[in-house]
């Protein structure tokens, strides 16, 4: 809910506007129109989210928490077939249509010839001086504002890759010369000559001679 100081800044900004009727805009509007409007503002809603008219206010009121009589520092709602009017906390009586558009004052919802009556109660918060006055929003509230974007992640390049030593070509060894085959047990004279050449004939022997005698 809300004190009356929102009550009365909503009264303030639309009063002086002309009686219009279906009225639901600060340009004007009738009693059913000014009693929606302060219902809701008292009930916590939009004060243009809805109206009523006098014949379905006692359902409308009910579905805003409000109780049949009244009370004391409390938004009382008056009405019959034809006319409605709400006295705020404090006693200000406001309604539109008595004449001329929405004002300050008159008869206030304890008129005579009001037969149905309802009140919410409320609780009248003392602002500081020079505080602002804040009530419910004028028209229905819209969607959400957007959740700033994140800031882009700064891009680090990829580290540059270490100096790699230079490639070293290892040395080719000569291949392995394929062994002899050899019978086993037997192993070839040192001195024979290779598989591949024919052995040599022996020459002549040599003739024999007797070397001189020493003189």
């Known amino acids: 809910m ?3 100081e929102a009550l009365m800044a909503l009264i303030q ?5 002309p009686y219009i009727v279906g009225g639901n805009t600060p340009a004007g509007t009738d009693c059913s129109g000014l009693a929606s409007w302060v219902s809701n503002v008292a009930s916590g809603r939009p004060a243009f989210s809805g109206r009523f008219h006098t014949a ?4 409308a009121l009910l579905a805003r928490g409000f109780r049949y009589g009244t009370a004391p520092n409390a938004v009382v709602v008056g009405w019959n077939s034809h006319h409605t009017a709400v006295t705020l906390p404090d006693g200000t009586p406001v309604a ?25 109660p409320m609780e009248a918060e003392a602002l500081p001086e020079g505080a602002p006055v804040e009530f419910a929003a004028m028209v229905e509230p819209g969607p959400p504002p957007a959740e700033p974007m994140a800031e882009p992640m700064a891009f680090e390049p990829a580290p540059a890759p270490l100096d790699a030593p230079p490639f070293e070509v290892p040395p080719i060894e000569p291949p392995l010369e394929a062994p002899i085959d050899v019978p086993a047990g037997e192993a070839p004279p040192m001195d024979a000559p290779p598989l591949d050449e024919a052995p ?3 020459g002549p022997a040599p003739a024999d001679h007797e070397e001189p005698a020493p003189a």
């Open 56 to 59: 379905n206010e006692e359902s």
């Open 2 to 4: 809300f004190g009356l």
């Open 200 to 202: 040599a004939q022996p």
């Open 96 to 120: 539109s249509g008595e004449p001329g558009g929405v004002r300050i004052g008159g008869g206030g919802a304890y008129q005579s010839q009001f037969t149905h009556h309802m009140y919410l």
């Open 13 to 17: 900004q639309v009063s002086g506007t």
